[in-house]
């Protein structure tokens, strides 16, 4: 019989496949912030070359951030962030950030700290976070 959806375990798993669905947008509209910061606009091949993928695949992520209100695009014009794309955009960096300050609490480096929070800051908890940047706060 399976578990019921009301078990810790199907709870878990479903934050886990909620996470894991919106981690590319968040990666995607965070990187378009730091591009558009950088440089002053973004184009597909700045995103292609930042993720180490094909121009065809961000096309198509970006065609799904069009889809859902986070980005607005041109052809052979730079991509931009909607207002929804770009609270999306502050709040994926925030939660960055947070890892990343949290991590270098511990005493990891930098580099290992900057990679680590790829993966954390997605599937982490607000209450969570709250409690990282509490102890980032009082060992940083």
Do not use: W
């Amino acid at each position: 019989m399976p578990p019921s959806s009301n078990t810790p375990d199907a709870a878990r798993h479903a934050r886990v496949r909620d996470a894991h669905s919106a981690e590319t947008a968040e990666d995607y509209v965070e990187t378009i912030a730091d591009t558009i910061a950088e440089r002053g606009d973004c184009r597909v091949v700045d995103l292609a070359t930042r993720f180490g993928v094909s121009h065809v695949t961000v096309s198509r992520t970006v065609g799904r951030l069009v889809r859902d209100g986070l980005a607005a695009t041109e052809p052979y014009r730079p991509i931009r962030l909607t207002p929804k794309g770009q609270r999306l955009a502050l709040k994926a960096k925030a939660r960055h950030v947070t890892c990343v300050r949290f991590l270098l609490a511990l005493g990891l480096d930098r580099k290992t700290a900057e990679i680590d929070a790829e993966g954390i800051e997605h599937h982490v908890s607000p209450k969570t976070l709250k409690l990282f940047d509490r102890f980032a706060d009082n060992h940083g």
